[in-house]
């Protein structure tokens, strides 16, 4: 079994499990090489040869632990026919809301598009040694209602969602529940093992709507993948002194905390889960000795729990690869 399966299936402490996330991107320059050539994301996303060449770049380059698949939340509402754009500098688009279209979008359609992604996984897990994880992923609901009305850039979330149609949100979180099991089923019989939940707009939710936003959609998925056998990762960024409250509704395999969340508190309150995460990604752009301190940090307070290393959020594009290699390295060295 995995370092990783063995801390999220029998919360074995013997090890530390570590993966990053956006372990491919930018920061690596045999990404950049691939990205330059390849201008549209998503085509890139959807080229199944591609997406498992990127996903294993950081396996070579580093003794990671997983393998995070390569593609995007945003493929979801892409095959519920909206047209996503990925631009340069402001990040993706919905240029064409069509909520017609999303409701209306058969399975048969929805797997057909995401078809790239689960041979991606197939060819990825034949290459993928036996001691390592495959990760799948999806973007919880409420994240993915963000992108899809394109509120990212609004403040006051809450309220520009509810001045929508309420019958309306109703039902694209009904298809979303139910297309994104899909999504999951489908990732686990290419060969995924684990499978990560996003929220990474959880934190922009009002505290009366959490139960209606976030921790139920994230508990439907949440018990979808037990039913299946598939421990789960829920990353609901942002949340602050709610993560306790959201880790006790919603009940995941393990809880990924971001920089925000205080380490010792997690420790202390956070009752069988394992814990994931939580340094801050902004570390590894300074000093190698100060993010080094602080990978220690964490080691120690984690170290009677199952803990999987991990970041705050994603690794940031100035990155420099090297320090990412000394982190792996000391945490490849706990054996207790
Ligand atoms: O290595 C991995 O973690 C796996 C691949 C992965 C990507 N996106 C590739 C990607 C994963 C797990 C995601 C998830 C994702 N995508 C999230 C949830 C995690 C988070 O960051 O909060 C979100 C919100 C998205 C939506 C998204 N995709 C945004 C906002 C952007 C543009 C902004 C940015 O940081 O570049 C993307 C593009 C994207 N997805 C890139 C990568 C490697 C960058 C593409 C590029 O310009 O080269």
Redesign the pocket.
């Known amino acids: 079994m995995s370092k990783l399966l063995k801390c999220l299936i029998n919360k074995d402490i013997s090890c530390v499990p570590i993966w ?7 920061y690596l320059p045999e ?1 950049k090489k691939i ?1 330059s050539k390849n201008q549209n ?1 998503l085509k890139l996303c959807f080229n199944s040869d591609l997406a498992s060449e990127l996903t294993m770049q950081p396996m070579k380059r580093f003794n990671l632990d997983a393998a ?7 493929v979801i509402p892409y095959a519920l026919r909206q047209q996503i754009e ?1 631009r340069e500098k402001n ?2 688009w919905n240029k064409n809301l069509n909520i017609n279209k999303f409701l209306e979008t058969k399975e048969k359609d929805f797997l057909l598009t995401l078809k790239p992604v689960y041979e991606a996984i197939k060819k990825t897990k034949q290459t993928l040694k036996k001691d390592k994880s495959l990760i799948a ?1 999806v ?1 919880a609901p409420w ?1 993915l209602l963000i ?1 899809i009305y394109n509120l990212k850039e609004n403040h006051n979330l809450s309220e520009k969602i509810n001045l929508k149609n309420k019958s309306e949100i109703k039902h694209i979180l009904k298809k979303l529940d139910e297309f994104l099991k899909l999504h999951i089923i489908h990732q686990k019989e290419a060969g995924a093992e684990i499978i ?1 939940i ?1 929220d ?1 707009w959880a934190g922009l939710i009002k505290e009366g709507e959490l139960d209606e936003y976030c921790f139920n959609p994230n508990r439907s998925l949440v018990k979808f993948c037990n039913e299946n056998e598939i421990p789960s990762i829920c990353f609901p ?1 942002g949340l602050k002194n709610k993560y306790q409250e959201f880790i006790e509704k919603v009940k995941p395999t393990a809880i990924s905390i971001d920089q925000e969340v205080d380490p010792l508190w997690a420790k202390n309150n956070f009752k069988e889960v394992c814990i994931q995460g939580g340094m801050n990604p902004k570390l590894l752009l300074g000093n190698e000795r100060v993010a080094l301190e602080e990978t220690e940090r964490y080691l120690d307070i984690f170290k009677n729990n199952p803990y999987i290393f991990n970041l705050g ?2 690794i940031l ?1 100035e990155t420099n690869p090297e320090i990412v290699k000394k982190i792996v390295d000391r945490v490849n060295l706990v054996k207790r």
């Not at 995070?68 to 945003?74: A, K, M, N, P, R």
């Open positions: 990053f996330m956006r372990q491919a991107g930018r990404f990205r994301f995070i698949i390569f593609s995007d939340i945003l990925f990040g993706p992923f973007g994240t992108y990560q996003f990474s960024k959020h994603g594009p």
